[in-house]
């Protein structure tokens, strides 16, 4: 294989046809490029909508009230159910493997406003217990999160986002100091750590936190929540089922509706999505290989057909080769090396260029919900540059037996 007069003669043919295998090389550029180039905006695809789920346990389901569209024990269709802290006590009595459960209450439904001297902002206010930070991953950067004593307290304290920081507090520290939220003075205990993007939407501001028990008293809701979620340790889609199911007989008893009707309750079964997520992407992830493997396979063909045209072009040569004790390994060996380099430098090149491609696209645009870090992994590249080597060996196999085939009185007697 490292024989330097085999190499010699495979870069003087080469030489002699530069053209013909630039063009033929090309088309192996191209096909590895393409395929790079797909798998790594696929993967920007499937991170993007992945961030969405950053801030949300995976085994989780979220529940919203709704409005009955059907008549049940004599009451009448079209009744709002309105969550409530005892729904959330039910169902941490009733859902099998339940690790943590949270009712969350929107102060004002949402559209409040803080303020701190004149500075002030339109932010959504949650009112949440410290089960919360557990099952939407919120990162404390500073100071502390919402805690137990804090709710049972009814402490007037909050924890802000990195956007409201800003623009209520410009260089100043937000810990410790009071923020007026619609009019009532809150506390700083904590900034916590998110972007405006993902779960939230791009051009909304990331909602602040404050104690549930804290937000019922002093905004009058009583005992309301306005959404209840809770993570349960089978995170099988069975076991999905089976939550989804039990949540659904629990609050339909508690509050008297037909447990079919699917209005009277809104339910986000995240580990449903999930799967669903996986799914999709792993359809869109087939297609690009196939795509990819397409364009690797004109390559192929391409490589195949220039190097029958290379056999046919050395008959002569090959018959003096073996009239003077060349074996047919000795022609499969060089014409099969011949196929594999221009396969290889080719490939190489159209390999790195997606790869730096790609890396361009990562650092120039910005990392949305639908689109970010279209790169590719160490393992996937491992796996296109077998791939390449694989259709140079192939491409150049044919030729090669066929050159192996030829008969040296034959050969010397071609024109």
């Known amino acids: 294989m490292f024989d330097r007069e085999n190499w010699g003669e495979i870069l003087q043919s080469i030489g002699k046809n530069k053209l013909r295998t630039v063009l033929t090389g090309f088309a192996v550029f191209w096909g590895i490029f393409m395929l790079i180039l797909l798998l790594g905006l696929g993967n920007g695809l499937r991170n993007g909508f992945a961030y969405n789920f950053r801030n949300t346990a995976e085994n989780s389901i979220s529940i919203w009230g709704g409005e009955t569209s059907k008549p049940w024990n004599g009451l009448p269709a079209n009744r709002n159910i309105q969550l409530t802290e005892e729904d959330v006590e039910a169902l941490r009595h009733t859902i099998p493997g339940l690790e943590h459960i949270a009712g969350n209450y929107r102060v004002w439904r949402g559209n409040s406003q803080l303020q701190y001297g004149n500075n002030y902002g339109s932010y959504n ?100 929540v306005d959404e209840i979620m809770f993570s349960f340790s089978d ?25 079919t009707d699917d209005r009277a309750i809104w339910l986000d079964n995240n580990v449903e999505n999930v799967s669903t997520f996986n799914g999709i992407f792993t359809g869109i992830s087939g297609f690009i290989w196939f795509i990819g493997i397409g364009s690797l ?67 120039v645009v910005p990392g949305s919900e639908f689109f970010r870090n279209p790169t590719i992994d160490f393992r996937t590249a491992i796996w296109a540059l077998i791939a390449m080597l694989m259709a140079g060996t192939i491409a150049g196999y044919f030729p090669a037996r066929r050159a192996a085939a030829i008969r040296p009185i034959e050969a010397l007697r071609d024109e």
């Open 297 to 363: 396979v004109a390559g192929i063909v391409g490589i195949g057909n220039i190097m029958l045209i290379v056999v046919k072009d050395r008959t002569r040569e090959i018959g003096v080769r073996k009239a003077m004790g060349a074996t047919p390994a000795n022609v499969i060996g060089q014409i099969l090396m011949e196929a594999i380099f221009v396969t290889a430098v080719f490939g190489w090149f159209g390999l790195a260029l997606g790869v730096l491609l790609l890396e361009g696209l990562a650092s």
């Open 235 to 259: 995170a099988s889609l069975a076991g999905a089922a089976m939550a989804e199911q039990r949540t659904r007989h629990t609050l339909a008893r508690m509050h008297n509706f037909d447990p």
């Open 125 to 224: 206010i949650h009112g949440i217990i410290n089960e919360q930070q557990l099952l939407e991953k919120q990162t404390v950067a500073q100071g502390r999160f919402i805690n137990e004593v804090d709710e049972q307290l009814k402490r007037k304290t909050i924890v802000i986002a990195d956007d409201a920081r800003k623009e209520l507090f410009k260089d100043e520290d937000p810990m410790g100091k009071w923020v007026n939220v619609n009019g009532v003075p809150f506390q700083v205990v904590g900034l916590y750590a998110s972007e405006n993007e993902g779960r939230q939407g791009m051009m909304q501001r990331n909602p602040v936190f404050i104690p549930l028990s804290a937000a019922q008293q002093v905004f009058n809701a009583q005992r309301d």
